[in-house]
């Protein structure tokens, strides 16, 4: 997704933001940009980003790596005035996972998708102060999007009886 | 302030006058599935709190567990009011990772598609607003011409309101039947009729009711992450559409309607000229669809994602529309995150607005945003 007269600008940034925090991004085929970073530098680069234009948190996501023992979170911006797609990801320990809250660059509009994720994966963003449960009401069960919650499970046990012929199909 | 609720408040013997928690939904009439909790002293809300998950599906687990054109379908209810762009959002992440060469007249039907369901869109934000605003008029106006473009949906997806995954990772599941250009020419004659219409209510009915309400300042639209009509009526000229075009917006040349003022009127002035938008964009469309014949596309039985990670961002009627989409290989993807333009919209923008309103103003600003619970809860 190239925005319109990006070239120049996605050039600085990428040498200026490599040479800056010692990583490589890259440029995918359909123009967007890719960071990885190590979590320890992850706040300097984000502010970093959002200083040089990077107004929009369009969305922050967390992917789950149960056999790496690791969440990778995802943070999309997009600059309003250099028409970029930056991606930055960086990966948390799975056990304690935490990461620092990006409301202070962002404000409300990251700290929904902070609840979002605290909620459905359980990642904790230090200095959000509402962390609150958006979508599940009475929810005691672990972060249900996690990988290792197995929904089919817990809707059959939760939901259909075991011996009821209609509900048979559920138990095969 | 009390913290009791407005009921059990007068029940003990207080009137109603210092102070009660009042819920706007989820089971009023115009909420949708969707609630806020209003603090109110006297007539002004003093704080708000949106209550969200009434419509919470776990569409983005599902998908983990679905091939591309079984998720396809699903991406239909990630808005009910316009499930064609999501559609689009969807089968845009899938194609971008198989890297498919999709023909040029399936990304003009996709085109088509997408404007008309945004038409579609706009015009029941319209009657729903009026509704609110206790104009009757509007709102049956509105929702009878809206059957007009949804009797052309039928006639070329099958769904009235979804498609069943029209717009599909490849193209689109099958070509426009006979006819349906010409169909398209007289609905869009017809839809000019009723932007006319509109026009009229709006100076009257539209303007004494919303004119300074809701306003929303361009540094807060920023920092609440308001996105689509909501951010253009602030004054910032962003769309997707033209920002970082898909499909074949870059060869087609629209306007992209914005006001300074940011309150709701504004907003509803956007939208209503979004329609004369994207009547012009159908026209060139139109002119350009290729005279070639499409096959229809049959879901195939276990064919792999290639591996590799996408984020593809679109401009539906409400806002920015993204979905990242991470696959290891395998015949589903193995992550799915959508981003919808209301989870912003419903929260921190809607609550932003509303402390400090009147009670009476409550309906115009929570329905001057456009807000679908579906792809909030999703």
Same mark, same amino acid.
């Not at chain 2, 504004?266 to 014949?293: K, N």
């Given at each position: 997704?190239?925005?319109?007269?990006? +070239?120049?600008?996605?050039?600085?940034?990428?040498?200026?933001?490599?040479?800056?925090?010692?990583?490589?991004?890259?440029?995918?085929?359909?123009?967007?940009?890719?960071?990885?970073?190590?979590?320890?530098?992850?706040? @300097?680069?984000?502010? #970093?980003?959002?200083?040089?234009? #990077?107004?929009?948190?369009?969305?922050?996501?967390?992917?789950?790596?149960?056999?790496?023992?690791?969440?990778?979170?995802?943070?999309?911006?997009?600059?309003?005035?250099?028409?970029?797609?930056?991606?930055?990801?960086?990966?948390?320990?799975? +056990? +304690?996972?935490?990461?620092?809250?990006?409301?202070?660059?962002?404000?409300?509009?990251?700290?929904?998708?902070?609840?979002?994720?605290? @909620?459905?994966?359980?990642?904790?963003?230090?200095?959000?102060?509402?962390?609150?449960?958006?979508?599940?009401?009475?929810?005691?069960?672990?972060?249900?999007?996690?990988?290792?919650?197995?929904?089919?499970?817990?809707?059959?046990?939760?939901?259909?009886?075991?011996?009821?012929?209609?509900?048979?199909? =559920?138990?095969? | 302030?009390?913290?009791?609720?407005?009921?059990?408040?007068?029940?003990?013997?207080?009137?109603?006058?210092?102070?009660?928690?009042?819920?706007?939904?989820?089971?009023?009439?115009?909420?949708?599935?969707?609630?806020?909790?209003?603090?109110?002293?006297?007539?002004?809300?003093?704080?708000?709190?949106?209550?969200?998950?009434?419509?919470?599906?776990?569409?983005?687990?599902?998908?983990?567990?679905?091939?591309?054109?079984?998720?396809?379908?699903?991406?239909?209810?990630?808005?009910?009011?316009?499930?064609?762009?999501?559609?689009?959002?969807?089968?845009?992440?899938?194609?971008?990772?198989?890297?498919?060469?999709?023909?040029?007249?399936?990304?003009?039907?996709?085109?088509?598609?997408?404007?008309?369901?945004?038409?579609?869109?706009?015009?029941?934000?319209?009657?729903?607003?009026?509704?609110?605003?206790?104009?009757?008029?509007?709102?049956?106006?509105?929702?009878?011409?809206?059957? =007009?473009?949804?009797?052309?949906?039928?006639?070329?997806?099958?769904?009235?309101?979804?498609?069943?995954? !029209?717009?599909?990772?490849?193209?689109?599941?099958?070509?426009?039947?006979?006819?349906?250009?010409?169909?398209?020419?007289?609905?869009?004659?017809?839809?000019?009729?009723?932007?006319?219409?509109?026009?009229? !209510?709006?100076?009257?009915?539209?303007?004494?009711?919303?004119?300074?309400?809701?306003?929303?300042?361009?540094?807060?639209?920023?920092?609440?992450?308001?996105?689509?009509?909501?951010?253009?009526?602030?004054?910032?000229?962003?769309?997707?559409?033209?920002?970082?075009? !898909?499909?074949? !917006?870059?060869?087609?040349?629209?306007? $992209?309607?914005?006001?300074?003022?940011?309150?709701?009127?504004?907003?509803?002035? $956007?939208?209503?000229?979004?329609?004369?938008?994207? $009547?012009?964009?159908?026209?060139?469309?139109?002119?350009?669809?290729?005279?070639?014949?499409?096959?229809?596309?049959?879901?195939?039985?276990?064919?792999?994602?290639?591996?590799?990670?996408?984020?593809?961002?679109?401009?539906?009627?409400?806002?920015?529309?993204?979905?990242?989409?991470?696959?290891?290989?395998?015949?589903?993807? =193995?992550?799915?995150? $959508?981003?919808?333009?209301?989870?912003?919209?419903?929260?921190?923008?809607?609550?932003?607005?509303?402390?400090?309103?009147?009670?009476?103003?409550?309906?115009?600003?929570?329905?001057?945003?456009?807000?679908?619970?579906?792809?909030?809860?999703?």
């Amino acid at each position: 997704m190239a925005g319109v007269n990006s +070239e120049q600008q996605r050039a600085e940034l990428l040498e200026v933001t490599g040479l800056r925090f010692a990583v490589e991004p890259h440029v995918a085929a359909d123009g967007t940009m890719w960071i990885s970073a190590e979590h320890e530098r992850l706040p @300097e680069l984000l502010a #970093f980003l959002r200083h040089n234009g #990077f107004a929009h948190c369009s969305a922050i996501s967390v992917t789950d790596w149960p056999e790496d023992g690791e969440f990778e979170l995802t943070y999309h911006l997009w600059s309003y005035e250099d028409k970029i797609l930056v991606t930055v990801k960086s990966r948390i320990d799975r +056990e +304690e996972a935490t990461a620092a809250s990006v409301i202070s660059l962002w404000g409300p509009s990251a700290g929904i998708h902070e609840r979002e994720l605290h @909620e459905l994966f359980g990642v904790s963003f230090e200095g959000n102060p509402d962390l609150a449960p958006l979508f599940l009401e009475d929810w005691e069960g672990p972060p249900p999007f996690r990988k290792d919650f197995d929904w089919r499970a817990y809707v059959r046990e939760a939901f259909y009886e075991e011996g009821n012929s209609r509900e048979q199909s =559920y138990w095969d | 302030m009390s913290k009791a609720t407005g009921t059990e408040h007068m029940a003990k013997g207080h009137r109603a006058v210092d102070g009660y928690d009042l819920y706007f939904g989820p089971v009023h009439p115009g909420s949708g599935n969707f609630g806020v909790k209003l603090t109110v002293e006297g007539e002004r809300v003093v704080a708000a709190r949106s209550d969200p998950g009434y419509l919470h599906r776990g569409f983005e687990k599902l998908m983990e567990y679905r091939t591309p054109m079984q998720n396809a379908v699903l991406s239909d209810r990630l808005c009910i009011l316009e499930s064609l762009n999501w559609n689009l959002v969807h089968a845009e992440a899938v194609d971008r990772l198989c890297g498919a060469e999709i023909p040029r007249r399936a990304k003009c039907i996709r085109v088509i598609m997408a404007e008309l369901s945004r038409i579609q869109s706009h015009i029941i934000w319209y009657g729903v607003l009026s509704k609110a605003l206790g104009f009757d008029t509007g709102f049956k106006v509105a929702f009878g011409y809206r059957d =007009y473009v949804l009797d052309l949906f039928e006639f070329v997806t099958g769904g009235r309101v979804y498609p069943a995954g !029209y717009l599909c990772p490849g193209g689109v599941r099958r070509d426009f039947p006979d006819g349906t250009k010409k169909r398209i020419e007289d609905l869009l004659v017809t839809m000019e009729k009723m932007v006319l219409e509109f026009e009229a !209510y709006d100076s009257r009915t539209m303007a004494a009711r919303c004119h300074g309400v809701g306003v929303l300042a361009l540094d807060d639209a920023l920092r609440l992450g308001a996105t689509g009509p909501v951010l253009r009526a602030c004054g910032l000229a962003a769309d997707v559409r033209r920002d970082a075009p !898909y499909e074949i !917006y870059d060869e087609l040349d629209f306007d $992209i309607p914005i006001r300074e003022e940011g309150d709701a009127l504004a907003r509803s002035i $956007i939208r209503r000229r979004e329609i004369g938008a994207s $009547i012009t964009i159908i026209r060139q469309v139109l002119d350009r669809l290729p005279a070639e014949t499409l096959p229809p596309i049959k879901p195939k039985v276990a064919v792999k994602i290639p591996e590799g990670e996408v984020y593809v961002r679109n401009e539906i009627a409400r806002g920015e529309a993204a979905v990242y989409m991470r696959s290891t290989g395998e015949a589903q993807p =193995y992550r799915c995150k $959508i981003r919808g333009p209301d989870l912003l919209h419903m929260i921190p923008v809607l609550e932003h607005l509303l402390v400090g309103a009147e009670v009476a103003d409550v309906p115009a600003i929570y329905w001057s945003l456009n807000i679908c619970p579906a792809d909030m809860d999703r």
